[in-house]
């Protein structure tokens, strides 16, 4: 029988009509959710703790792997962020959760025949593309986002058979956020020191060939204002083959600047900075600029169509610190220019989308206008915060959805039967690649990994994936 939830019902759910809102365990409450990354699966989780319902869980991605963004986000070389899986796994095994991986809502699974599988439905599907510079020369060869050359250092289906030729001797990466150093650090590391990582095999073979001598770092603004972490930061001074270059000059703060600094991360960064512009040049074959205070405004053509140079504008901050044209420039001499300026989340079909913000319009994870359908994540919110920070983000959303469940608020589902949603895909064609299914595959990759040395060796294209299964 239905229990009592600690949670108030939600004013803004009425209907016309009463809804039967008992569920029990011949009649669970269903919900999908869409999407299995982090926000995903901690939905998931924040789901099963609850014992006020009970509940079934289906999970859906278009993708035959679980994680997203921790798998296919999460830097290579930093192994230990992605630890963060043996709790997803956890949870995906649960006999109350199903993992539908290799489903693409809205084509695979449609919006109507979701609602009428599902009493809820629950989108965290994150901010799978990028911002641009709005800049001339953008669209030029060897001009991408960061996003782009993440997802084919790590494997991504969509990226991995894209032919990345690393002829250039020079790099721009725009952006001071962590994903920016990200790219910056693959880019400085040796083929040595990325063998340790689970970058793909493609990308580690591409980058041991790599020309890149010097990579820019670019800030509009100055070291108080840049998003990255100290950790991340500090990693520069540490590479056996490359040595950060910082101009004083860019990094100088006044009294009242240096005073006005309170958080702690950000005094750190500027002590880290201020060690580097200190040190000696080693004399190292790669070296990564680090510059604050300036902006790109064109992408020069080198009269074959690819990028043959960075102009960039010295900027001032104001008195509110934005960033404000000097009309001094100068030419960064790079073959490669990589934006990481941030992510942009994607419309769904049939699911209601702010094109402004670049999310699922939504009241506390409520979708505007569309009663038993939620949202989480950076789908929700916006693309900020690290993989933990969805966790709250996710518990919060289902605390909704569970009062709206025990308040009568969801329109329940016509086909509630989990045999139903299986026969659908199935008459569709649709090759459903289940948790068991991804087991099979991890086992496979740490195998391989470990016949080479490595902590993983990730297979990267669908159809091979598709390819290795349970028994």
Not at 28 to 50: D, M
Not at 325 to 331: F, L, N, P, R, S
Not at 350 to 370: C, H, L, S, T
């Amino acid at each position: 029988m239905a229990g009592q939830l600690p949670f108030p019902p939600h004013p803004g759910c009425a209907y016309t009509q009463p809804v039967n809102a008992t569920y029990t365990e011949d009649r669970p409450l269903r919900v999908a959710v869409i999407g299995s990354g982090p926000s995903g699966v901690y939905a998931a989780e924040a789901l099963l703790k609850q014992t006020a319902l009970p509940v079934q869980v289906d999970v859906y991605d278009r993708l035959p792997t679980p994680y997203g963004l921790v798998r296919y986000g999460v830097a290579p070389d930093h192994l230990t962020i992605k630890s963060v899986t043996r709790g997803f796994e956890k949870t995906l095994s649960d006999p109350r959760v199903r993992f539908f991986g290799n489903v693409e809502f809205g084509a695979d699974l449609t919006y109507e025949e979701a609602r009428a599988h599902y009493d809820a439905l629950l989108y965290a599907v994150g901010a799978s593309s990028d911002r641009r510079l709005g800049i001339p020369g953008e669209d030029l060869a060897g001009s991408m986002s960061a996003t782009e050359f993440v997802a084919w250092y790590n494997g991504h289906p969509d990226a991995a058979a894209r032919e990345m030729v690393l002829h250039a001797c020079g790099v721009a990466v725009v952006g001071v956020g962590n994903v920016a150093l990200d790219v910056s650090r693959i880019l400085a590391k040796t083929p040595q020191e990325l063998h340790d990582s689970d970058i793909a095999g493609h990308a580690l073979d591409a980058l041991a060939h790599s020309h890149v001598r010097d990579i820019w770092i670019l800030g509009r603004r100055g070291p108080a204002q840049a998003a990255f972490t100290t950790k991340e930061l500090r990693e520069f001074g540490e590479l056996s083959d490359a040595e950060p270059v910082v101009n004083p000059a860019e990094i100088a703060l006044t009294e009242a600047e240096e005073a006005a600094i309170t958080d702690n991360t950000k005094k750190k960064n500027v002590e880290v900075l201020r060690d580097f512009a200190a040190r000696e040049a080693e004399g190292k074959p790669r070296r990564v600029h680090l510059r604050f205070l300036v902006s790109p405004v064109e992408i020069l053509d080198d009269g074959q169509g690819r990028v043959g140079g960075l102009k960039v504008e010295r900027n001032r901050l104001d008195e509110q610190g934005n960033a404000v044209g000097t009309g001094e420039y100068e030419v960064l001499p790079v073959q490669m220019v990589l934006r990481s300026v941030g992510y942009r989340g994607v419309a769904l079909r049939g699911v209601p989308f702010d094109e402004r913000r670049g999310v699922i319009p939504n009241a506390d994870g409520r979708v505007d206008g569309r009663p038993g359908e939620y949202t989480a994540g950076w789908i929700k919110r916006g693309p900020s915060g690290v993989v933990g920070t969805n966790r709250k983000d996710a518990t919060d959303t289902v605390a909704g959805l569970l009062a709206d469940a025990q308040s009568g608020a969801l329109p329940p589902a016509a086909q509630p039967g989990r045999v139903a949603v299986e026969a659908l895909l199935a008459g569709k064609g649709v090759h459903v690649y289940s948790f068991e299914d991804w087991q099979a595959l991890d086992a496979h990759e740490l195998a391989q990994g470990k016949a080479q040395g490595r902590p993983r060796a990730k297979v990267v294209h669908r159809d091979h994936m598709l390819g290795i299964r349970k028994g």
